[in-house]
């Protein structure tokens, strides 16, 4: 007999049909009412058991986390909490599980637990409704662009090139740590290596992405990208998913436009496609709020954060604008901000972020044009201020709860300009012959940003921690599973 999805069954009016359902118990109660998941839904299917025509040993191993295969007769429910249920003819037990050993007990567990068993983890309805969001948000990545005609280009993972030249990068080696070809002079020789030459970890597809805009116009990225920062913070991995677009023609004014129609897009895809698991999410956080003291809760719940993005044009403002908004607030004054803003130039922390976003506009913002001494050596060069203050066309995304989500900029397209830049940051411009070559031949204005997909996902789900909302976490010391 076919399987049916219980997806599928939960919303039917077609009772009476003989079904087989497969899945995995999630709780049997009083020897007759099984409660069964199978993934395609957060919500589980009631199976009720005739337990005075079972056999006995078959019931004792219907145990939290067993797979089961029933088939019985769809009926309407008289119980409370769902509208269908089914009648079991027959019970199979697939795979036992063992009550005494099985790590998910039909309880709430913590968030910090279920991190220890992240492979079991995605058998809870909260991750259940995470990687379902997380899957619909990428879903809609690739539509977004390809309605618009984007390319999705693969650009590598394995690299030569620093592209934010922050020097953060997992070196890519087969050399016997044991045994190091050396040169004359004591250094590595990484000509004896793999691929001749030292090689990485991409930080970004950046520059490839650039290549291929220079031909194509409009293309975008959208892979694994890794970081090698000792950031043991609740907002950064070591390895986490990155969407880039890259425009030829655009200035920055069109990136942030495009920015934010995304983000846009993206959330409202997800509120348009995952009802069931926002709601699910939404009433999760508000229990998990009511721990904390009244004024510590946020304003406004899950899907009225949601809508309340979509409806409000996010706040653009200049670094510089920033600086003197945050001079002057009161976290500044009364020297409660742990990083204190004094002087322009300065890079802005994450509390700083979160008191321009959650505090002083209380909505989403993009902030333009930081100081040129901050930012990669990519960034478009501006005319320098009144004050002969250099900046870049960077630009910035901060969200609320969530600091930074998009770092982008229109792109040095002056070949002369360029080189000097990277001249004076050390930036081996003779390695990067190749991507000055774009510069070199048919150079035009273009733009692009990196849009954190985690980062999107913690918005979206309302969830805190980073690790929640990737499958297998890579944070300093942990690379578990
Ligand atoms: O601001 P970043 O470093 O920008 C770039 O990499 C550019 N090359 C992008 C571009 O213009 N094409 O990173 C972009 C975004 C950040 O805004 C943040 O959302 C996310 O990537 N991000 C991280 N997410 C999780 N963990 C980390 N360690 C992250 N570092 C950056
Ligand atoms: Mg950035």
């Given at each position: 007999m076919k399987r049916t999805k219980i997806k599928d069954l939960l919303n039917t009016t077609d009772f009476g049909q003989e079904i087989n359902v497969q899945g995995w118990v999630r709780t049997f109660r009083n020897n007759q009412f099984i409660a069964i998941n199978d993934g395609s839904t957060i919500n589980n299917l009631q199976a009720v058991v005739d337990f005075t025509n079972t056999d006995e040993a078959i019931l004792k191993r219907v145990t939290t986390g067993a797979a089961v295969s029933v088939t019985g007769d769809l009926v309407e429910s008289l119980g409370k909490g769902q509208r269908v249920e089914l009648k079991v003819k027959n019970l199979e037990i697939l795979g036992d599980s063992d009550p005494e050993k099985y790590p998910l007990q039909p309880k709430k567990h913590s968030l910090e637990f279920l991190r220890e068993i992240a492979h079991l983890r995605f058998r809870t309805t909260t991750f259940n409704a995470i990687f379902k969001i997380r899957h619909a948000l990428a879903f809609a990545v690739h539509q977004f662009f390809n309605e618009k005609g984007f390319v999705y280009m693969h650009t590598p993972i394995i690299t030569g090139s620093d592209a934010e030249g922050a020097g953060e990068m997992f070196r890519v080696s087969t050399i016997d740590f044991d045994n190091v070809p050396r040169n004359e002079d004591g250094t590595v020789n990484y000509k004896e290596d793999f691929f001749g030459k030292s090689t990485n970890l991409t930080v970004s597809g950046q520059l490839e992405g650039e290549l291929a805009a220079m031909a194509f116009g409009e293309i975008y990225t959208f892979g694994p990208t890794f970081r090698a920062e000792n950031s043991n913070t609740t907002r950064h991995l070591a390895e986490f998913w990155m969407i880039e677009p890259e425009m030829a023609f655009f200035d920055i004014h069109d990136n942030m436009d495009l920015a934010e129609e995304l983000l846009k897009y993206l959330i409202r895809y997800a509120l348009d496609h995952c009802g069931e698991e926002l709601e699910f999410l939404k009433s999760r956080l508000m229990e998990e709020e009511k721990q904390k003291p009244q004024a510590e809760r946020s304003e406004m719940d899950l899907l009225?954060?949601?809508?309340?993005?979509?409806?409000?044009?996010?706040?653009?403002?200049?670094?510089?604008?920033?600086?003197?908004?945050?001079?002057?607030?009161?976290?500044?004054?009364?020297?409660?901000?742990?990083?204190?803003?004094?002087?322009?130039?300065?890079?802005?922390?994450?509390?700083?972020?979160?008191?321009?976003?959650?505090?002083?506009?209380?909505?989403?913002?993009?902030?333009?044009?930081?100081?040129?001494?901050?930012?990669?050596?990519?960034?478009?060069?501006?005319?320098?201020?009144?004050?002969?203050?250099?900046?870049?066309?960077?630009?910035?995304?901060?969200?609320?709860?969530?600091?930074?989500?998009?770092?982008?900029?229109?792109?040095?397209?002056?070949?002369?300009?360029?080189?000097?830049?990277?001249?004076?940051?050390?930036?081996?411009?003779?390695?990067?012959?190749?991507?000055?070559?774009?510069?070199?031949?048919?150079?035009?204005?273009?733009?692009?940003?990196?849009l954190g997909f985690e980062r999107l996902v913690l918005f979206v789900t309302g969830m805190t921690n980073i690790r929640d909302v990737i499958a297998f976490p890579r944070t300093p010391k942990n690379a578990e599973f």
């Open positions: 009225a954060k949601l809508n309340f993005c979509l409806e409000n044009d996010f706040e653009r403002i200049t670094y510089t604008e920033a600086i003197k908004i945050l001079k002057s607030s009161k976290p500044n004054q009364k020297k409660q901000f742990k990083y204190l803003i004094d002087e322009w130039g300065a890079d802005l922390q994450s509390e700083h972020e979160r008191f321009l976003v959650e505090k002083h506009f209380k909505k989403p913002v993009i902030l333009t044009d930081y100081p040129a001494d901050i930012k990669s050596f990519y960034m478009r060069q501006n005319e320098p201020d009144e004050l002969g203050r250099k900046t870049v066309a960077a630009m910035d995304i901060l969200f609320p709860g969530i600091g930074e989500i998009v770092g982008g900029s229109q792109r040095e397209e002056r070949l002369e300009k360029l080189e000097q830049r990277m001249h004076d940051m050390h930036i081996p411009v003779e390695e990067m012959s190749w991507f000055l070559d774009t510069r070199r031949f048919g150079s035009a204005p273009h733009a692009g940003f990196g």
